[in-house]
């Protein structure tokens, strides 16, 4: 009988230990938030939940916390509610992305230093006087399983992330690729490594096939909407859309040191039934502001695409500076839509947020047509919106990334000469990435465009864009 019992206790502490061996691992996770912090109050609450049944949960973003919601961008201390609200939830890490940089290097110094989360990159190198606390990866220990997670930014055209040259001074940038081969040691130290990107959709499909030592990435910056994950070459790939629609929840299965099962799910936001009434409270104190509630003008007729809403914002500023012609990259151009009805400065500033000025120069109209292809490659294959002209452009097989032929029209449809000169008015971004050569490199008049657009609508009060379009393709 004493050994019946001595067996059955050995089998009964054997299946306690192989139980012990299998864990799971949650993570929240989201990307390109974008300062939607109206959605803060459900985002809490969905973490609240995923806590009670998981106090060891980790909350990742994938990078661009900010920009896009002047309450939070010309605050005080420029991105601090953001920050603020973060802290409450508890995050546990973020990526850079290339918007962390719209405040400049002391900007994003003082914003990390009020963060009690750590912000992750591995292919930055900053000058030790910026202060940028920043750190290629980070550990954590969830209920005894060791997780990395190393952090990645993107690198446009120019070796450095999609923002202005000024807000990158005394930074360098590695190649994701490169840098990221130099921490495989790490899967050999963890049991789950963990990519926290932001380099886009496409990208992390590469990274996956590259590193097949990766366990999960969590990506950011292209703004794609996953259905849960998608594996590919045996690596999880997980992303939302921007400003917080939905957000990922990923388990992770451990077995002996090694993740045997993946799998991740969406849950929406917006719909959530349930907020945080502390976080509620700061959202509403970082809400009022009334000088942003002051109506502009009044659109007679919706705004549909991005193009319409540029061609106003090109509008404005050709009209306040007196230019015959002015282009801004579609980039700079932040929602797509707006409905009939007031036009606040709260709408100007969300749609241009970045406090780029208005830079000016004399060029002929090759050097015009130059400067927009240029700016097309450098802007994700996007052309510029314009005012003053229009633009007829070819693809190659109707691939927008491959420009057959590009021609500037006068606004009734007439072919302009090459050689006419013009006074040309942009923003200071489009200035620095459109490096064709022309004589004329600008003056930067050190008025930002968003203030010209305010501007340009209180003088109008009634404003109609509806089906305008200047760039036309053949």
Known sequence: MRKKTLLLLLMISLSVVAFAQKKEVHILSMNDMHAAMDKFPQLAAVADSLRAIDPALLIFSAGDNRT?????DLYEIPAYPMVALMNQIGFNATALGNHEFDSHPEGLARLIGLSNFRYLCANIQSDPSLN???????????????VCVIGAIQLGVHGIPDTHP?????ITFTPVKEAISQYERLS????????????????????AKTFPWIDLIIGGHSHTQLTGGEMHGGVLVTQDANRLGKVTYTTL?????????????????????RKNKIVDNMVTFFSDNPAFRKVLAVADTPFENFEELGCMMC?????????????????????????AGDFTVSDVLALDPFGNTAVEMTITAEELRQMILSCHHADECR????SGIQCEVAYNNGDPSKIKSLKLLTMDGKNISKKKTFKVVTNSYTAAISDSPRKDQGTDLNRETSDMTIKFLEKQKHVSYQGVKRILVK
Request: aromatic share 8%; glycine share 8%; with cysteine.
């Open 132 to 146: 940028l606390r920043t750190i290629p990866y980070q550990f954590f220990d969830v209920n005894g399983v060791r």
């Open 315 to 339: 509008d404005a500023v050709r009209e306040e500076t007196g230019a015959d012609i002015c282009l801004l990259n579609a980039g700079g151009i932040r929602y797509d839509t707006h409905p």
């Open 68 to 72: 896009g919601n002047p309450l939070n």
């Open 383 to 386: 052309l510029p919106y314009l």
């Open 253 to 273: 299965t451990v077995e002996n040191g090694k993740v045997t099962d993946k799998k991740a799910e969406n849950i929406d936001i917006e719909s959530f039934p």
């Open 166 to 170: 000024n807000n990158v001074k005394g």
């Open 188 to 207: 050999k130290e963890s049991d789950v490594i963990i990519l926290l990107s932001h380099i886009g959709y496409e990208a992390d499909v590469e990274m």
